[in-house]
């Protein structure tokens, strides 16, 4: 079976460093940190007091107060990346098929705010139960995909991916294969997520993963960095249009790139921890570039995981040297997670608008914040350190991974009719 070619036709981005797809490229070139002290709940007493948050954003500039209340932070942000998406497409949604136009969607813990509202109101109340009716469709998972398919009539496939940290990757790659197998003409696809919040940044201190770094919490995150400390948290979302390439031609779209193959594996290994040869790592690209049909020399850029852990980016960097052998020192690499922190399961998709742009605009944004070199990476690799680096982009590779082992890959490509 021939399958169905798929280009991305829009995109839209909500980050800590920007709030339109135009705005948080432009600060990931210039070296941008998002990463401040915590505005959204008192933070004196956590042992990380800052994260990556998305700044100046109002729902109600893209909704009315009534719906606004029944939305939890995680949806409101998906619904305004989708929103800019679809207005960058330029589908007139009035003359294509809505049966055969879907949303798949990422997160990795949803309306965790609203989970964590509700308790805290039950906890200080009366004891009686006076839980909101909108407590359950707010938070759960999937719910940022049926208010993006209810705004915009898209009755196809309509659901979310849960993967952690690889859950907007994942969507994608789901998204991808929907379309090539002829399910879908277009499907808005990506990840949202709003975890600055009491529960997530205290779950992830207990778990000693996130960074300590308080006196300066916009170097702290610092992937290959010999002082790093742990991710920063973040949030936000990332939105892409995928649509079968003749239904785009037909239309007369701006196509971006095409999305050329993607993979899906598992560490089976660790419920946090990388597997420490990276096997994992190297099997998923490996099997990106097989469904892509592409050898490793055909790549010009990989859009690492890079969370700035101690053991995620020494493995992460094996595994690249595995995969692409000398290739892997003509190779830009980079982690915009040293800008944006990491925004679990919205990461992926923000980082494919970052490959997308990076093939538009031929240059390499950085990892900033490095300034001690680990005797465990190989700097002999183009990490791409500080500053931005001009070249010609032709495909790129976005690696994203999560806890349970989760590993997923994605190879977008300059677009050739």
């Given at each position: 079976?021939?399958?169905?070619?798929?280009?991305?036709?829009?995109?839209?981005?909500?980050?800590?460093?920007?709030?339109?797809?135009?705005?948080?490229?432009?600060?990931?070139?210039?070296?941008?940190?998002?990463?401040?002290?915590?505005?959204?709940?008192d933070?004196?007493?956590?042992?990380?007091?800052?994260?990556?948050?998305?700044?100046?954003?109002?729902?109600?500039?893209?909704?009315?107060?009534?719906?606004?209340?029944?939305?939890?932070?995680?949806?409101?942000?998906?619904?305004?990346?989708?929103?800019?998406?679809?207005?960058?497409?330029?589908?007139?949604?009035e003359?294509?098929?809505?049966?055969?136009?879907?949303?798949?969607?990422?997160?990795?813990?949803?309306?965790?705010?609203?989970?964590?509202?509700?308790?805290?109101?039950?906890?200080?109340?009366d004891?009686?139960?006076?839980?909101n009716?909108?407590?359950?469709?707010?938070?759960?998972?999937?719910i940022?995909?049926?208010?993006?398919?209810?705004?915009?009539?898209?009755?196809?496939?309509?659901?979310v991916?849960?993967?952690?940290?690889?859950?907007?990757?994942?969507?994608i790659?789901?998204?991808?294969?929907?379309?090539?197998?002829?399910?879908?003409?277009?499907?808005?696809?990506?990840?949202?997520?709003?975890?600055?919040?009491?529960?997530?940044?205290?779950?992830?201190?207990?778990?000693?993963?996130?960074?300590?770094?308080?006196?300066?919490?916009?170097?702290?995150?610092?992937p290959?960095?010999?002082?790093?400390?742990?991710?920063?948290?973040?949030?936000?979302?990332?939105?892409?249009?995928?649509?079968?390439?003749?239904?785009a031609?037909?239309?007369g779209?701006?196509?971006?790139?095409e999305?050329?193959?993607g993979?899906?594996?598992?560490?089976?290994?660790?419920?946090?921890?990388?597997?420490?040869?990276?096997?994992?790592?190297?099997?998923?690209m490996?099997?990106?570039?097989?469904?892509?049909?592409?050898?490793?020399?055909?790549?010009?850029?990989?859009?690492?995981?890079?969370?700035?852990?101690?053991?995620?980016?020494?493995?992460?960097?094996?595994?690249?040297?595995?995969?692409?052998?000398?290739?892997?020192?003509?190779?830009?690499?980079?982690?915009?997670?040293?800008?944006?922190?990491?925004?679990?399961?919205?990461?992926?998709?923000?980082?494919?608008?970052?490959?997308?742009?990076?093939?538009?605009?031929?240059?390499?944004?950085?990892?900033?914040?490095?300034?001690?070199k680990?005797?465990?990476?190989?700097?002999?690799?183009?990490?791409?350190?500080?500053?931005?680096?001009?070249?010609?982009?032709?495909?790129?590779?976005?690696?994203?991974?999560?806890?349970?082992?989760?590993?997923?890959?994605?190879?977008?490509?300059?677009?050739?009719?």
């Open positions: 079976m021939n399958k169905k070619r798929v280009v991305i036709t829009g995109m839209g981005a909500l980050t800590p460093i920007g709030n339109s797809v135009d705005e948080y490229w432009k600060n990931l070139l210039s070296g941008k940190s998002g990463a401040e002290p915590i505005t959204k709940f933070a004196s007493l956590f042992k990380t007091k800052f994260a990556c948050e998305v700044k100046n954003f109002d729902p109600l500039d893209i909704m009315d107060r009534k719906e606004a209340r029944k939305m939890d932070p995680f949806s409101a942000y998906a619904l305004a990346t989708a929103q800019e998406a679809i207005l960058d497409s330029k589908l007139d949604l003359k294509v098929n809505l049966d055969r136009a879907g949303v798949v969607w990422g997160s990795g813990i949803g309306g965790m705010y609203t989970f964590q509202e509700e308790c805290f109101n039950f906890k200080d109340g004891g009686t139960p006076r839980f009716p909108f407590f359950v469709p707010k938070m759960i998972v999937d940022a995909a049926g208010h993006i398919s209810i705004k915009y009539g898209l009755r196809g496939p309509n659901y991916t849960v993967s952690a940290c690889a859950s907007s990757t994942n969507a790659i789901d998204a991808l294969m929907l379309i090539q197998l002829g399910k879908s003409d277009f499907i808005v696809t990506g990840g949202s997520e709003a975890g600055v919040n009491i529960s997530g940044i205290g779950g992830f201190n207990a778990l000693k993963a996130l960074s300590t770094r308080n006196d300066d919490p916009a170097t702290a995150s610092r290959f960095d010999a002082t790093r400390d742990g991710f920063v948290l973040g949030e936000g979302s990332g939105c892409l249009i995928l649509e079968e390439l003749e239904h031609k037909k239309r779209a701006k196509i971006y790139a999305v050329a193959g993979g899906l594996t598992a560490d089976a290994h660790h419920i946090t921890a990388p597997h420490p040869e990276g096997k994992g790592a190297i099997n998923v490996k099997m990106s570039l097989e469904d892509a049909g592409m050898n490793p020399e055909d790549i010009d850029y990989v859009n690492v995981h890079g969370t700035s852990t101690p053991l995620g980016d020494i493995s992460e960097t094996l595994a690249i040297k595995e995969v692409f052998g000398k290739h892997a020192y003509k190779l830009n690499i980079s982690s915009t997670k040293s800008m944006t922190g990491h925004l679990l399961g919205a990461a992926g998709a923000i980082e494919a608008i970052a490959c997308v742009k990076s093939i538009e605009d031929n240059i390499i944004p950085p990892t900033i914040n490095f300034k001690h680990d005797e465990n990476i190989d700097y002999n690799l183009n990490l791409t350190l500080n500053k931005a680096q001009k070249r010609e982009v032709k495909a790129a590779l976005s690696n994203t991974f999560g806890f349970g082992g989760h590993n997923t890959s994605i190879i977008v490509k300059e677009f050739n009719d």
